[in-house]
T-cell receptor, first 110, second 113 residues
Framework: GQQLNQSPQSMFIQEGEDVSMNCTSSSIFNTWLWYKQDPGEGPVLLIALYKAGELTSNGRLTAQFGITRKDSFLNISASIPSDVGIYFC??????????FGAGTRLTVKP | KAGVTQTPRYLIKTRGQQVTLSCSPI?????VSWYQQTPGQGLQFLFE???????NKGNFPGRFSGRQFSNSRSEMNVSTLELGDSALYLC????????????FGEGSRLTVL
């Protein structure tokens, strides 16, 4: 099936630093979604992007829908300890099922 | 507004047994989809139900099945359990379809011994 290639796999950063992660695909997606999953919990939607080129912010989070519709990135500014978790990109494939990236595991050191 | 509720949260089964997991979607949400999450394969789509009908299905064997009731609550069943079925099973609800904004439950963690 269609894969979403998410990078990096993991990041270890200091509190206060900015973070950037991205997701690419060989196919076009009409929607890009970013989720965060805390240990023992289900993923929680952070940002939804519906238009190529769209740049959307949610607090310290900013995400962009790539102009080619084959990529998206998520930035977190001024990271804090509660940003720790796994971040997933996702997009609907063939309008049937949601495909997820493998996730970026973020560790924030105080 | 109550979130997506999944039961049970944890369960242990042995090979060959079967298991039924339950999901109550957010009130008003008509689409319920199920995902399997494992460290090796990540989040994989199992199937989606809408108005008591399976609308989409992922690439899983027939041992994995589900249903949806008239109140939108859903169950999934795995028969003849295998060790590789050990995973976190996540249910997600959405208003109309499984390709938009999904709201996930906390999951049911299944361990097969």
């Amino acid at each position: 099936g269609q894969q979403l290639n998410q990078s990096p796999q993991s990041m270890f950063i200091q509190e206060g630093e900015d973070v950037s992660m991205n997701c690419t695909s060989s196919s076009i997606f009409n929607t890009w979604l970013w989720y965060k999953q805390d240990p023992g919990e289900g993923p929680v939607l952070l940002i939804a992007l519906y238009k190529a080129g769209e740049l959307t912010s949610n607090g310290r989070l900013t995400a962009q829908f790539g102009i080619t519709r084959k990529d998206s990135f998520l930035n977190i500014s001024a990271s804090i300890p509660s940003d720790v978790g796994i971040y997933f990109c996702a997009g609907p494939y063939n309008n049937n099922d949601m495909r997820f990236g493998a996730g970026t595991r973020l560790t924030v050191k105080p | 507004k109550a979130g997506v509720t999944q039961t049970p949260r944890y369960l242990i089964k042995t090979r060959g047994q079967q298991v039924t997991l339950s999901c109550s979607p957010i009130s008003g949400h008509r689409s319920v989809s199920w995902y399997q999450q494992t460290p090796g394969q990540g989040l994989q789509f199992l199937f989606e139900y809408f108005s008591e009908t399976q609308r989409n299905k992922g690439n899983f064997p027939g041992r994995f099945s589900g249903r949806q009731f008239s109140n939108s609550r859903s169950e999934m069943n795995v028969s003849t359990l295998e060790l590789g079925d050990s995973a976190l099973y996540l249910c997600a609800s959405s208003l109309e379809d499984s390709t938009g904004e999904l709201f996930f439950g906390e999951g049911s963690r299944l361990t097969v011994l």
